[in-house]
């Protein structure tokens, strides 16, 4: 009975983590088509344009070294900060039999979807101006039921994982499947260019799109309808006004480090994913389509590590391996700046920089959404009161403003100079934002986190005794 039971609640088995993960796998796939395409199919290169591209919106510096398509991101990502916490006091003091989060979960997968779609298809008019509105438009909804599927999702974490060793192994599932649909995500180019004879290269681009956004919606419902909530979490509405839970929860200090690197963590992976295609056309001369065999390259070689960073972290602790993902990352991101350069082939670099990102993708794939789950927990032990949804909106927020900073930088900088400099360049700042966050990191007190945790879990074992 006891193994059964955690604090009240069914302890989730390995079926629910199971169905739980194919859920991230589902908005992996939508977010890395966003994240991955949009400035490549809107800021087409050169060589995409000898195929025949199609240029659809404002070219070029339009305003302070900034670009339309680095206006529009930085717009949406700031729309999609300041509405996850909105979304997250909503969904913390929800009051329904299904729960707090699945039915966010279910009202969103399917616009979710649709709006990713959208984001590729609308702005096809022939006229710059008018696709530059429509863009707009369809990537604020883009953003929105983002956060309505996404915030929900991430609240689920800690409520799923009710214990140390739960919620590190809930880490490790949803890490393999976002990894797996972002590199899903990366077949685009790869699937269109088998379809570019007959479509050309904007229709196969958008087909593929909608083929791989049916698949991602499929995945996003799987969780939705297939884990009953109430059996395994807490469903206890918050009654803390969203104002003041926003400011309860970035007051608490573990967070606040954890927040500060965590915005710099999404600064230089952002810049790094955002040029991969650049990278792999421009600086090492491959096609794109290869885009999607280096990163599945390096995917796979990161589930190598899953297991033994599963392992080290339970016996170790989180902290100082996850400052090590920081700090190898960084090597990843320098030897990017050098690609193509001292007449090595392109394939040696690009199977050089696989290798290198492979190991820090598995640490900081996993670990930072359990050291989050962890300060949720000691805040819920500390207050006594349950805001996992808050905490999760505020690292979506950590995140967003990241990825903002990261479009905006990465389409500023890499249209300066010639030969790819403004690519080179890209990576290099990318790897001064690692080594700060990995510095910033090391100030974590995970001693302390994890000891309130624990004294919380003595006294109830010791109640449950009694």
């Known amino acids: ?91 913390d003091r929800l009051k329904s039999p299904l729960g707090r989060r699945i039915p966010f979960m279910r009202g969103a997968a399917v616009p979710f979807g649709v709006m990713t779609v959208l984001v590729f298809v609308l702005p096809g008019t022939g006229s710059q101006t008018l696709n530059n509105v429509l863009l707009f438009c369809c990537l604020m909804l883009f953003y929105i039921t983002l956060s309505l599927y996404c915030t929900p999702f991430n609240a689920l974490i800690p409520e799923l994982g009710r214990t140390q060793e739960l919620r590190i192994d809930l880490s490790t599932h949803i890490s393999v499947t976002y990894f797996l649909g972002t590199a899903l995500a990366y077949l685009v180019t790869t699937v269109a260019a088998y379809l570019e004879p007959a479509m050309g290269i904007a229709g196969a681009f958008r087909v593929t799109v909608a083929v ?60 790094f994913q955002t040029g991969m295609t650049y990278y792999i056309t421009e600086l090492m001369g491959l096609p794109d389509s290869l885009s999607f065999v280096f990163f599945a390259a390096m995917t796979l070689i990161s589930l190598l590590f899953y ?39 392109g394939m040696v670099w690009g199977m050089l920089v696989a290798v290198l990102a492979a190991v820090p993708m598995a640490i900081l794939g996993i670990l930072p959404q359990a050291v989050l789950a962890d300060i949720a927990e000691c805040d819920a032990v500390e207050t006594g009161e349950r805001r996992e949804g808050m905490f999760y ?34 990576a290099i700042v990318a790897t001064a934002f690692c080594l700060i966050g990995g510095l910033v990191f090391t100030r974590y007190n995970e001693r302390r986190v994890l000891g309130t945790i624990g004294g919380a879990s003595g006294e109830a074992r010791g109640g449950d005794r009694a």
């Open 1 to 91: 009975m006891a193994g059964e039971k955690a604090s009240g609640t069914r302890l989730a088995d390995k079926r629910v983590i199971r169905l739980f993960a194919i859920g991230q796998l589902g908005w992996a796939i939508l977010s890395g088509i966003v994240s991955n395409w949009l400035v490549y199919f809107y800021m087409p290169s050169d060589t995409m344009l000898s195929r025949g591209m199609a240029v659809f919106i404002t070219q070029g510096a339009v305003f302070a070294g900034l670009t339309v398509i680095g206006i529009i991101t930085g717009c949406g990502r700031l729309l999609d900060g300041f509405i996850d916490p909105l979304i997250a006091s909503q969904s």
């Open 212 to 271: 791989l956004a049916a698949v991602a919606v499929a995945c996003m419902l799987v969780p939705a309808f297939g884990i009953d909530e109430t059996l395994y979490a807490k469903a206890e509405p918050s009654s803390t006004p969203m104002f003041q839970s926003v400011a309860k929860t970035f007051k608490n200090h573990d967070f606040q480090v954890f927040e500060l690197s965590d915005v710099l963590y999404w600064v230089a992976i952002t810049m």
């Open 307 to 345: 297991a033994p960073v599963n392992m080290l972290a339970k016996r170790h602790g989180k902290k100082r391996i996850v400052a090590f993902g920081f700090f190898f990352f960084c090597a990843a991101f320098a030897v990017t700046s050098a690609c193509g350069m001292f007449g090595i082939p």
């Open 393 to 426: 909106a505020a690292r979506t927020f950590s995140m967003t403003l990241g990825q903002t900073l990261a479009m905006i930088l990465f389409t500023s900088i890499s249209i300066l100079g010639e030969n790819g400099m403004g690519y080179r360049a890209t």
